[in-house]
């Protein structure tokens, strides 16, 4: 839980994005978004040159997941590090990921797949009408769209911010071809406090329409 001075930080920090932003074209949904990654990143580029990109359905989609108790399958511990963890507790969200067990190590060297590929295709159970936020591994996400496309899952939105030089552009790209809600960025900037930023500003979306 956040404490008072932490929160006075917070909110002037939050004013200093909205002074040196500006005018934007983001709704004002997104811009909660945009704005919880920028705080997480320091990195204006994420609503200029590196824009988050939002689905149409993404944000709808999202909030019903949470409040309906989804599960968030992420790609590595870092994402689950930068949750809220008061929220997922309120809404009885559980976060999974199996990028560390025995199990999906063994079964990626034996596939010759990375950790985060095998890690995906283990929760795909889990993923169906959950949440998918990967913030680190290109493979992961392109993986996931892979194991969409096979009619294997059927996530309520995927988050897809990797970061990297290899694939993570490119991953970000075929997201954005598929008919699914998603949240994504342009270009190779991303990563792990990216990704749980956008699911914390989808829990502030979701308790500002739950007390209107």
């Known amino acids: 839980m956040i404490t008072g001075k932490g929160q006075s930080i917070e909110d002037k920090s939050m004013k200093i994005i909205e002074r040196e932003i ?8 997104e811009w909660t978004i945009v ?25 709808k989609k999202g909030v019903e997941a949470l409040k309906s108790g989804c599960a968030i399958v992420v790609d590595v511990n870092g994402v689950v ?3 809220n963890k008061d929220n997922l507790k309120k809404f009885g969200n ?22 985060a590929q095998t890690s995906m295709r283990v ?20 993986e996931v769209i892979q194991m969409i496309k096979e009619g294997l899952t059927l996530p309520s939105l995927v988050i897809g911010i990797p970061v990297g030089f290899v694939c993570a552009s490119e991953s970000k790209d075929e997201l954005r071809t598929l008919d699914i809600p998603y949240i994504t960025n342009l270009g190779r900037k991303g990563g792990s406090p990216c990704a749980s930023a956008i699911v914390n500003g989808l829990y502030i979306i979701l308790k500002e329409k739950l007390s209107s």
Do not use: W
């Open 81 to 83: 590090g930068g949750f």
């Open 94 to 115: 559980q976060v999974i990921c199996n990028i560390s067990e025995s199990s999906v190590v063994n079964k990626a060297k034996a596939l010759n797949k990375t950790r």
């Open 123 to 142: 929760a795909s159970k889990d993923m169906n009408r959950g949440i998918v936020a990967i913030g680190n591994a290109p493979t992961a996400l392109l």
């Open 22 to 29: 500006g005018s934007h074209s983001y709704l004002p949904d």
């Open 35 to 59: 704005k919880r990654v920028i705080h997480s990143t320091a990195d204006f580029d994420f609503a200029r040159e590196n824009k988050i990109i939002f689905h149409m359905d993404a944000i």
